[in-house]
T-cell receptor, first 110, second 110 residues
Framework: SQQGEEDPQALSIQEGENATMNCSYKTSINNLQWYRQNSGRGLVHLILIRSNEREKHSGRLRVTLDTSKKSSSLLITASRAADTASYFCATDQAGTALIFGKGTTLSVSS | DAMVIQNPRYQVTQFGKPVTLSCSQTLNHNVMYWYQQKSSQAPKLLFHYYDKDFNNEADTPDNFQSRRPNTSFCFLDIRSPGLGDAAMYLC?????????FGPGTRLTVT
């Protein structure tokens, strides 16, 4: 089954720096989504990018999608300590089920 | 506020003793999902309901069952929990592509 694979697995930065996470997947998709998970909590939807879109912004988040390379990146600008969490990309399957990648654990220190 | 609620947040059960986890939603979404997430891993879809239609993932063990008596509620039954079933169980809902997650139930098997 298709699956997103995030890179890096872990990322540590200082407050104010930018954080970039990458996701690769295996097969054609309808859309790709990014979710955030704070420790021991449920996932929160951040942003969705459709297969015919190349870039999307939401606040301090910027997502790019390159369908020819089957990859996506999530950029968080001006990171804050509150951004500390795990970030997962998820690709759709048959329009209903999502397949999640293994996630990138981001640690932002003040 | 419209939301996804999971009860209990923490559940301890004994090896082989049946356990039921519950999920309710006030979003009136027609799709509900159950995921299993083990430590530092991606959420893994167990099954989902599209309205009353039940969809089981091919690799979901028979030990796991689900019920959806109405739109608002969905239950996960683990008939004979093993030590390997200790995990976070996440319930999610959707009406479109975006999924809304509950806070999860952390299951411990002793």
């Amino acid at each position: 089954s298709q699956q997103g694979e995030e890179d890096p697995q872990a990322l540590s930065i200082q407050e104010g720096e930018n954080a970039t996470m990458n996701c690769s997947y295996k097969t054609s998709i309808n859309n790709l989504q990014w979710y955030r998970q704070n420790s021991g909590r449920g996932l929160v939807h951040l942003i969705l990018i459709r297969s015919n879109e190349r870039e999307k912004h939401s606040g301090r988040l910027r997502v790019t999608l390159d369908t020819s390379k089957k990859s996506s990146s999530l950029l968080i600008t001006a990171s804050r300590a509150a951004d500390t969490a795990s970030y997962f990309c998820a690709t759709d399957q048959a329009g209903t089920a999502l397949i999640f990648g293994k996630g990138t654990t981001l640690s932002v220190s003040s | 506020d419209a939301m996804v609620i999971q009860n209990p947040r923490y559940q301890v059960t004994q090896f082989g003793k049946p356990v039921t986890l519950s999920c309710s939603q006030t979003l009136n979404h027609n799709v509900m999902y159950w995921y299993q997430q083990k430590s530092s891993q991606a959420p893994k879809l167990l099954f989902h309901y599209y309205d009353k239609d039940f969809n089981n993932e091919a690799d979901t063990p028979d030990n796991f069952q689900s019920r959806r008596p109405n739109t608002s509620f969905c239950f996960l039954d683990i008939r004979s929990p093993g030590l390997g079933d200790a995990a976070m169980y996440l319930c999610a809902t959707s009406k479109g592509y975006e999924q809304y997650f509950g806070p999860g139930t952390r299951l411990t098997v002793t």
